[in-house]
């Protein structure tokens, strides 16, 4: 009997094991269509160098990660409701919903009291209303500036960061504060595009950065500062190129090899790169003439392959950066080669200024997620400088205006000091929270009814400060344990 049992389940095994390894080589490797390799598991490596698209299924894990995200949303939520004003707000997490509803109707009555948009030293907790972010002064430091979301949403269709739109959600206003650290990187490209209206540099100025990275500890405000920092800029009417997610350049989708220049081209992420970079632009794209008008170049499709009797595109000679951009979202063969001929066109753009703005910029510096089979067995995991898009901006070696900002969130490492083609004093420390800021942000969330007032005091607020070393995520989310 024991020995009947011990059969079926190694026989069970065996079947599992087959069932399986197919599966998880062909989420690798396309399966081969003709019919002398349909019994290999492993296609041919000239199969393999020919097409290629990511194994790993990033839909999945979005899905898990929202529904965790939610659920973490929620608890977070029951105890940030639980901080009003009157200990009748402090509740079991069944009553969530009348919790939030009680908030924003005291919110709603808060505004009708001016009084209340008090910060430190009686200082007003808000900027005034007709102050917008160029006219932002070192006066309004400390300062929280309000936004009008749907606006703001308009002027960044790429999409929030992710700090941006958590302060929004916890604090129930779109609002940040003003800091000494963005206003002196709003005024350093300010003065590159204005020179005239600052002293020079031998008059006691500082000479300002054309290329500046955003570097220093997790949760310090970066990508918020560059996110205002694109703002600013688009406000004032120049052409910026703006990447809120830079490590989706270097993950999921298709990736081919490009006989022609050795490096690996990326179609879906290119059409992506420039449908964002066309959402607020277009105006300014239709009125800014081409001055390259070489033929495009065309390399293979996304899950298509190469365009048959067709090696080239042809440029219109009348053509405008905006018709350049629409050849590569319309032609899935020509996306990265759009892409690259843009990085050329943006250097050579005088009408208006031009930034280009990277967020998640170490992400360039490391391995994507793509990998190249060197053998049936083995692959090669591929630098993210050899993909063509990330080849095409990663450099700073050049005279544009160019900003880019370290996500440590996405888990790259730390790197080294000296980067490659990045200029060596470019890497700019942004810090966190000082006492001062924290004070500030401290009192807003007692404006917001994240704390009783009863329960705010001096002493609570900088023990609050020093238990999170000044990191904004984790203050908003322990002040509400103010006791």
Known sequence: MLRSVVRT???????????????????????????????TLIPSLDHVHRCFSSSKSTKSTITKTKKSEGKKSKSKGGESGAAGADDGEFAGGSAGDELEAGRAKRLADDEKIPSLDVGPNG?????????????????????????????????????LASGIEDEFKESWRPSLLVRKSFLDLRDNFRRIADPPMWPSEGKGGVKPKKQIILDGPVK?????????????????GWLVLYAPKGRDWTHGGYFYKNQHTGFWDTPLQAESILKDFVKFNEPRLR??????YDPIVLGEGAGVGYLKGQDTMPIPED??????????????????????????????????P???????????????????PVTPRSCRPIHARELTTVNAFRSMMHDDMMVGAFSHSTAVGKLRKDLPDVPADARQDFPRYSLDEAEAVCYYYLRQRLVRREVFSEENWKKIYYLANGNGAEMRWLVPFMR
């Open 319 to 352: 053509s405008t950066l905006y018709d350049l951009v629409q050849m590569g979202i319309k032609s899935t063969h020509a996306a990265v080669s759009v892409v690259v001929r843009l990085r050329k066109e943006l250097s050579l753009v005088k009408d208006v």
């Open 354 to 372: 031009v930034l280009i703005a990277i967020d998640q910029y170490n992400n360039w510096f490391t391995f994507s997620e793509f990998e190249e």
């Open 220 to 236: 310090s405000g970066k990508s918020i500062a560059l996110a205002m920092l694109v703002h600013w800029a688009r406000d004032e």
């Open 9 to 39: 389940t190694a026989r069970n095994l065996k079947l599992n094991r087959r069932s399986l390894i197919p599966n998880d080589i062909v989420s690798h490797f396309p399966t081969p269509t003709t019919s002398p390799a349909a019994g």
């Open 287 to 292: 009125e800014l003439r081409c001055h390259v």
């Open 123 to 159: 200082r007003p907790l808000f900027t005034p209303r007709d102050v917008t972010l160029s006219k932002l002064s070192h006066k309004d430091i400390g300062s929280y500036f309000k936004f009008d979301e749907a606006a703001l949403k308009a002027v960044l269709p790429e999409g």
